[in-house]
Nanobody
């Protein structure tokens, strides 16, 4: 069983930056595909980014491409999300998720078996 704990969410002004962290325990982190999703009030959960376990390449949702960077440190069992150029539309609860996939990544919630409790990011205008 994999446990995921996110941190780093807070209130920030538009144009600012934040870095979220997700620490994993209880599993083989090096073999997990790690992802970030977010859910704004009244909206469905949205794919943000995912990082492969083989090459640590990041893949991104269209709404964050070019502004957010996902990375992982396998020695620390930690996933990161560097968020730059934040705008009010980025306000949401951000969730870390983990998947056992043979290769590649996924932007589908159903492929991720483990989820963190979420961390709130609020961007003021």
């Amino acid at each position: 069983q994999v446990q995921l704990v996110e941190s780093g969410g807070e209130l920030v002004q538009a144009g600012g930056s934040l870095r979220l962290s997700c620490v994993a325990s209880g599993g083989n982190f090096r073999r997990l595909v790690m992802g970030w999703f977010r859910q704004a009030p009244g909206k469905e959960r949205e794919f943000v980014a995912a990082v492969t376990w083989i090459s640590a390449i990041g893949y991104y949702g269209d709404s964050v491409k070019g502004r957010f960077t996902a990375s992982r440190d396998n020695a620390k069992n930690t996933l990161y999300l560097q968020m730059d150029g934040l705008n009010p539309e980025d306000t949401a609860v951000y969730y870390c998720a983990a998947a056992n996939l043979r290769a590649g990544t996924s932007n589908r919630e159903v492929d991720y078996e483990y989820w963190g409790q979420g961390t709130q990011v609020t961007v003021s205008s």
